[in-house]
């Protein structure tokens, strides 16, 4: 089957089946004259990178309704913005989402360049995020190539290289399934039928578009493909958090260094983490209780940090008290939040109710 067949065929699947996301303009919509709004896609597309679409959902929501443009955005309180992603992970994507609002603003007249070059030149677009946004909202026949599109072509071509060494060839394969017409669905559709027809266990390949020509079910190796190398083993890093808490309620939290790891977060008092044994003074004189600890994984390690805990007046030498409702605990990211929760239950309730109480 020539690939132009392919992609007419992709795309007449599409039609019927393709996912409502809150940011997409879908085929009847696209055929009633909408067109996509570029700062919804890259919005979008920002929030997915690395992250599922179900838990996006709700963050693409609440964004839009506070900031529901460019400019909007690019006028928004650092703070605030850090506050909301919380919870959403690799916080340098908020950070840099900040940067691009500003940038588009400033030396683009709130307009985002449409092609993918333009796009490639703002501040946190990488070269899969520039393509996507260029095929989905200006409709540029670039090919986008994620984990569900990866899996999808090695199917149906039958790429038995394990990935990541069969990236260049699966792109290649890729990009010559892309057609002129509608390109940016047809990214679409290629994602939606990795997410939920080719899937990665057990592809429905009796409902697939593609099952007459694609090889791996013709010689039943779907399930197999694609192959990959074996990954090296994380590292465990250990790191010490002091979470003091004053009886009214507030906690003493500091903000982390700007560029780095959740940099520009809140986080607790602590040490470095570190391979080794950490090891840090507490940020104030108190009866430092061990309160156990958390783990949490990170792209490139696993975290073990241990908890001290304690209710204390004293003066700290560094951070900041932080009291309810000022401050709430969503506005930290999640693994300083699992340690608050921990030195929660292990500190005594606080003797009044309200909002002191997090
Ligand atoms: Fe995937 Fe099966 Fe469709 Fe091939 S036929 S692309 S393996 S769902």
Redesign the pocket.
Known sequence: MRDADLSDGLLAWYDRHARVMPWRIGPAERKAGLRPDPYRVWLSEIMLQQTTVAAVRAYFVRFTDLWPDVSALAGADDSAVLGEWAGLGYYARARNLLKCARVVVSDHGGRFPDTRDGLLGLPGVGPYTAAAVAAIAFDRPETVVDGNVER?VS??RAVRTPLPAAKPELTALAAALTPRTRPGDHAQAMMDLGAT??TPRS???GI?P??DP?A??ARGI?GDLPRKSPKKPKPVRHGIAYLARRPDGAWLLETRPGSGLLGGMLGWPGAAWVEGTPDADPPLDADWQDAGEVRHTFTHFHLILSLRAAETCAAPSRGTWHAPPGFRASDLPTVMRKALDQANSRLPPLERTGPGAL
């Open positions: 999808v199917r149906l027809v080719c592809p429905a390949c697939c593609w099952r694609c791996a079910r779907a």
